[in-house]
């Protein structure tokens, strides 16, 4: 069946710009979670949806970003006034979640941004 | 958490088993082994968990040590394809979603 997907691949923006990621996960996930990948770097959890709502939004770095996910399914990050540290693969993941139960996560390809 | 430890690198040839070691001493009985694998340029890949059994599924096999200390990820014939970092990370059963990845390790499969 079809996997998590995101849009667009890659992004290139100018310093101070705005920016929306977009994220279509499995269909029937009910989490969906955000995190991103620096370059070098392990992931860094940004943010975990159970529906609609986001329960955990501790890993946003700033109020600079924002994330909203509607009818249960799409969501999309935002990043506004973006800065060159924000450059990163954006990476999308979902999963099954019922009863806080750990399950396993699939990720889509995600999305590079580059700040110049 | 219980941390994880990993060998930084490995060969192996194509079309031979693969085994990936992992220490995770600290896991306590709550707690999964799972293993994800990253492909250059791509997103993490999910490849296998368990608790205390072995498992096995159309990509690997997890052996689990009695003990629990330890696990060990065979892929049964590496191909070309199979190049990527793998990351052995333990999560609870319950309530824990953030996905930490340590350092894995490098495999790379040669013809």
């Known amino acids: 069946g079809a996997g998590v997907s995101q849009s667009p691949s890659n992004k290139v923006t100018e310093k101070g710009k705005d920016v929306e990621l977009r994220c279509d996960p499995i269909?029937?996930?009910?989490?969906l979670y955000w995190y991103r990948q620096s370059l070098g770097q392990g992931l860094e959890f940004l943010i975990y949806?159970?529906?609609?709502?986001?329960?955990?939004k501790s890993g946003l770095p700033s109020d600079r970003f924002s994330a909203e996910r509607t009818g249960g399914s799409v969501s999309t990050l935002t990043i506004q006034r973006t800065q060159q540290e924000d450059s990163a693969v954006y990476l999308c993941?979902?999963?099954?979640?019922?009863?806080?139960?750990?399950?396993?996560?699939?990720f889509g390809p995600g999305t590079r941004l580059t700040v110049t | 958490d219980a941390k994880t430890t990993q060998p930084p690198s490995m060969d192996c040839a194509e079309g031979r088993a693969a085994n990936l070691p992992c220490n995770h001493s600290?896991?306590?009985?709550?707690?999964?082994v799972y293993w994800y694998r990253q492909i250059h340029s791509q997103g993490p890949q999910y490849i296998i968990h368990?608790?205390?059994n072995n498992e096995t599924n159309e990509m690997a096999s997890l052996i689990i040590t009695e003990d629990r200390k330890s696990s060990t990820l065979i892929l049964p014939h590496a191909t070309l394809r199979d190049t990527a970092v793998y990351y052995c990370?333990?999560?609870?059963?319950?309530?824990?979603?953030?996905?930490?990845f340590g350092a894995g390790t490098t495999v790379t499969v040669r013809a």
């Open positions: 600290t896991i306590s009985g709550n707690e999964y």
């Open positions: 993941a979902s999963s099954l979640a019922s009863g806080g139960s750990s399950y396993e996560q699939y």
């Open positions: 949806f159970q529906g609609n709502s986001a329960p955990d």
């Open positions: 368990g608790l205390k």
């Open positions: 990370i333990v999560r609870p059963v319950f309530n824990d979603y953030k996905l930490s």
């Open positions: 269909s029937g996930h009910t989490a």
